[in-house]
């Protein structure tokens, strides 16, 4: 058995909890507590502040990879949209748009293993407009791309780079076999050498056992995260898993509150899948989490902006500036 409250005062006092500790916790049999605990441990370490972020589809489909959860992959027949990249002015209107309803970050997402360089000059000249003209962090997540072409996005205002791991390191080569974790964990490096900011996640509910998750977790803590997305797996028909089965409230529950005590001080954030449980985003809000993906996703719809804001305020955050 282990003390719920001497854990959580020793996590906040700097306590990393092991990997047997967080099997524990996910195998107890009061979510609520373990919930409460997490949330008291953001609390106290995070505050109230709730960090809010929008995305860009910026180019859909067409994608060499074959990770089976993803409905732009080219070797899966799904009903995605595919095009090249978007309009500048379409990219910096929704950018101006979300700084005016208060969204803190703004992501410019690309599909495919990594953004060609004709494409990346591209999307650094519209990073460098949405700089400029809009009150908002710029962020990317064009893949796995090298230390140069990252500096690039660096020099034209790119704040933060996301690059998910997915799942974890036992995990991931069932799911994808056209790169590997590896390929990810250099790229997120290579970032970090630049000292940029890294957002990085994964899916929950492709099969994994409890441990892959708890594995994830203590993976992101182990590259120095702090801006974890959390996914909740939308089966995407004609994916491998579109008939995956759908997780429990209280799996959903325990695994925010468990990535909150392995990751005590990092921004935990809502990502995809969220309207699949939206009977218990509030008590997700109490177990942990304090940031969010807001707006449309990248194939599925997302929450709306003012929808969010009005809930988490509710809740009892603030949205960060």
């Known amino acids: ?3 719920l409250t001497d854990l959580k005062e020793k996590v906040i006092a700097g306590y990393k909890i092991t990997r047997d500790e967080a ?4 195998g107890s049999n009061n979510t609520e507590v373990l919930c409460e605990i997490a949330n008291e441990i953001r609390e ?3 505050g109230n502040e709730f960090d809010l972020c929008s995305i860009i589809n910026a180019k859909s489909g067409k994608c060499s ?5 993803c409905a732009q992959s080219s070797h899966f027949k799904t009903n995605v949209n595919t095009y090249d990249l978007v309009d500048k002015q379409t990219a910096v209107d929704l950018a101006k748009q979300n700084a005016d309803y208060g969204v803190n970050k703004y992501s410019f997402v690309t599909s495919g293993k990594a953004l060609s360089n004709k494409d990346l000059d591209v999307l650094c000249d519209y990073i460098q407009e949405v700089d400029k003209t809009a009150e908002i962090k710029v962020c990317a997540s064009m893949g796995l791309l090298d230390e140069a072409r990252l500096s690039q996005l660096k020099a034209a ?8 791991i997915e799942t974890s390191p036992k995990n991931f080569e069932k799911l994808c076999t056209t790169h590997t974790l590896e390929d990810k964990i250099e790229t997120i490096k290579a970032c970090q050498k630049l000292g940029m900011e890294v957002c990085s996640g994964g899916i929950i509910g492709m099969g994994e056992t409890v441990e892959d998750r708890i594995d994830m977790a203590l993976l992101l803590r182990d590259l120095g995260i702090k801006s974890i997305p959390i996914n909740i797996l939308n089966p995407i028909p004609g994916t491998p898993l579109e008939d995956s089965a759908k997780l429990t409230d209280n799996e959903i529950l325990t695994t925010i509150a468990i990535f909150r005590i392995i990751n005590p001080d990092a921004w935990l954030r809502f990502a995809g899948g969220r309207l699949l449980i939206a009977d218990i985003q509030d008590k997700a809000l109490r177990s942990g989490v304090n940031a969010a993906i807001t707006g449309d996703l990248l194939t599925t719809t997302g929450a709306t902006v003012r929808e969010d804001i009005k809930r988490i305020k ?8």
């Open 65 to 69: 990879e074959n990770c089976k959860w």
């Open 23 to 26: 099997i524990v916790l996910a």
């Open 157 to 164: 205002g790119v704040r933060r780079y996301h690059c998910n």
């Open 44 to 46: 106290t370490l995070m």
């Open 1 to 3: 058995m282990i003390d």
């Open 314 to 321: 509710a809740t009892g955050f603030t949205i960060l500036k």
